[in-house]
């Protein structure tokens, strides 16, 4: 498996989270600290209860510790609802001024019967370019 296959799973409460990320090579600009990365989420509800995305938050951390909050409704202008079996899937990305990085998140969802919130994870995943050695997660 290369590195560009490598994907991070996490499941919360039968909601299954996928994330494989991308460097974006045309985008970036290596001379001038600036690095960017497209992310695929794949969320598959695998449980029993249809449930609704409502916010988002995220810790993006560049190489060098430095880490920003974003939070946020829904996710790419969606707020999805997922029946028993049904996934969503989207594309997103992020600039870093380093080479390396990593983010992880957390998606705050209700069940639509109940209007129970819960929060399901989003598992933490390595932004690396080849402009350094891959980063590790500690």
Request: net charge negative.
């Amino acid at each position: 498996m290369t590195k560009a296959d490598a994907a991070f799973t996490a499941t919360t409460r039968g909601i299954r989270v996928t994330v494989r990320s991308f460097y974006l090579e045309d985008q970036s600009e290596p001379d001038r600290g600036h690095f960017v990365w497209a992310y695929r989420i794949a969320i598959a509800n695998e449980g029993a209860e249809t449930v609704q995305l409502l916010k988002r938050s995220w810790q993006i951390t560049d190489a060098q510790g430095r880490s920003q909050q974003v939070h946020g409704e829904g996710v790419v202008g969606e707020q999805p609802v997922l029946g028993p079996g049904e996934h969503f899937e989207y594309t997103s990305g992020t600039p870093l001024p380093t080479p390396s990085g990593f983010m992880v998140g957390t998606y705050h969802m209700v069940v639509t019967a109940t209007r129970e919130a819960f929060d399901v994870a989003v598992p933490a995943f390595s932004l690396d370019s080849p402009h350094q050695p891959a980063s590790r997660l500690h």
